[in-house]
Structure formats: C-alpha cells, structure tokens
Nanobody, 121 residues
C-alpha cells in the first residue's frame, strides 16, 4: 500500500508559478511505482495532467499543460513534484497525486487527498 500527501497548492496570479509536492509513504518501494498528477475543476471530471515512469523517468503530459508543467521525482525522498509555470485561470482545480495500483503497474490505484490551486486573472 502507498499513502500520498500533496502540498504546495495556493492562490497565484495568471502567469505565475507553483510547485506541488507529493510525499509517499508505506511499506512498498517508491521507485517501483509510476507516479502521476490529475486535476478536477468544479463541475468537471477528473483529468490527467502528467505521468512519470519508474526507473527511466519517461514523462507524459496532457496537451493543455505541455511546455508549461514539469513532473519529476526524487526516489531518495519518496516524493514527486509538479512544477507549474505560466499558469492560466483554466488551470484552477484540485490537483491529485496518484501512484500505480501495484509495482510497475501502468494503471493508477492510489490517490492523495488533493490540493487546491487557484489562478486569478
């Protein structure tokens, strides 16, 4: 099992930056889990934002955030990050950290409680 706790959300003006962090804990080895970020805006479904693989660090992004957001991980700290630059009001959402359902699983199966990001125009 993996427990996830996000931090770093807040209020920022359009064009600004934020860095989200997600600390993982549990009996499993963090480096064996793919990690990702999702978000959910009011009245909308949860959507994929970014993903980073286990060992080789391959990343994938939603088209809406490519070139602005960067996902990274520090396996020594059991932490995954989401650096968000050039933020837009449409980036406003609750951001959720996710971990693979099992070691080396492609599907996500563990979720954090979420952190609010609000971008003002």
């Amino acid at each position: 099992q993996v427990q996830l706790v996000e931090s770093g959300g807040g209020l920022v003006q359009a064009g600004g930056s934020l860095r989200l962090s997600c600390a993982a804990s549990g009996r499993s080895t963090f480096s064996m889990y793919a990690m990702g970020w999702f978000r959910q805006a009011p009245g909308k479904e949860r959507e994929f934002v970014a993903r980073i693989s286990t060992s080789n660090g391959i990343t994938n992004y939603a088209d809406s955030v490519k070139g602005r957001f960067t996902i990274s991980r520090d396996n020594a700290k059991n932490t995954v990050y989401l650096q968000m630059n050039s933020l837009k009001p449409e980036d406003t959402a609750v951001y959720y950290c996710a971990a693979g359902a099992a070691p080396y699983s492609y599907e996500f199966g563990h979720w954090g409680q979420g952190t609010q990001v609000t971008v003002s125009s």
